[in-house]
């Protein structure tokens, strides 16, 4: 398990770490704060635009996060039950994440190195 990030949203602490790889799900995170403990599945989707540059290949990706579902264990269990009040903050909670750190954890250190999305598929509505 990867390094957890942790950030604050108002009063509320939270840590977003990184906990693996499904080929199902593609990758694993665990999301702490002191109401939620649970899981959550990410899919990085990459697509090529020319107008965006870098050193090598002249072509800069862009990526949209797509958060597929979230589990109360690891790989197993239902969805968490989230308050449908609490619901924004943990998404701004998870947005916050990964528009500051890459999927390995490393800070994004150029706001063009964020996705350019983060899209929330996963039924907690």
Excluded: C
């Excluded at 939270?14 to 593609?26: A, H, K, M, Q, R």
């Excluded at 107008?51 to 264990?73: F, K, M, N, W």
């Amino acid at each position: 398990m990867a390094l957890g990030r942790e950030g604050t949203e108002s009063d509320h602490t939270y840590t977003i770490s990184t906990d693996g790889f499904v080929p199902e799900l593609e990758h694993i995170f665990i999301y702490k704060d002191s109401n939620y403990h649970f899981w959550f599945y990410a899919q990085y989707q990459f697509y090529d635009v020319p107008d965006r540059h870098d050193d090598q290949s002249g072509r800069r990706p862009y990526y949209h996060v797509r958060i597929l579902t979230a589990t109360t264990e690891k790989k197993s269990g239902g969805l968490p039950r989230i308050q449908a009040g609490d619901l924004p903050r943990v998404e701004n909670n998870i947005r916050q994440h990964f528009n500051k750190y890459t999927l390995h954890g490393d800070a994004i250190d150029t706001p063009d190195a964020a996705p350019s999305a983060i899209i929330f598929d996963w039924g907690l509505r």
